[in-house]
């Protein structure tokens, strides 16, 4: 008779060991799912902020060069209205750049 019960608990032991494998087996899929989906979000959220930053960079550039077209432009109408002067501050600079670099002997 306790042959009968030891059969019997190996085999519902055996029963709870194949359940438990298969929802291991479930779970491991499940979380995989779950991690594949969060990568997916991660990688989402990385490309938009690229993207986002990509925006605002090239938004930069353009002020800044916007800018130094405005300052061209504007040292350009200086040199047109007082011509004199800018070959006297030319002049200037180049003979301070002159004296720097100037080899003492």
């Known amino acids: ?6 059969d019997s608990a190996a085999t519902d032991f055996a029963g709870d ?10 779970l491991s899929e499940t979380i995989a799912e779950l991690m594949s989906g969060r990568a997916n979000a991660t990688g989402a ?3 938009g ?14 002020h800044a060069r ?3 077209l405005g ?3 504007d040292l350009e109408r200086r040199i047109e209205r007082d ?7 030319a002049a200037g600079i180049g003979m301070a750049i002159g004296m720097m670099t100037k080899s003492r002997r």
């Open 1 to 6: 008779m306790t042959d009968k019960s030891g």
């Open 17 to 26: 060991l194949a359940a438990l494998r298969t929802d291991i087996a479930n």
């Open 45 to 47: 959220a990385v490309k």
């Open 49 to 62: 902020a690229a993207g986002d930053a990509r925006d605002q960079l090239s938004q930069s550039a353009s």
């Open 66 to 68: 916007d800018g130094a």
């Open 71 to 73: 300052a061209a432009a």
């Open 83 to 89: 011509p004199l002067t800018a070959v006297l501050i």
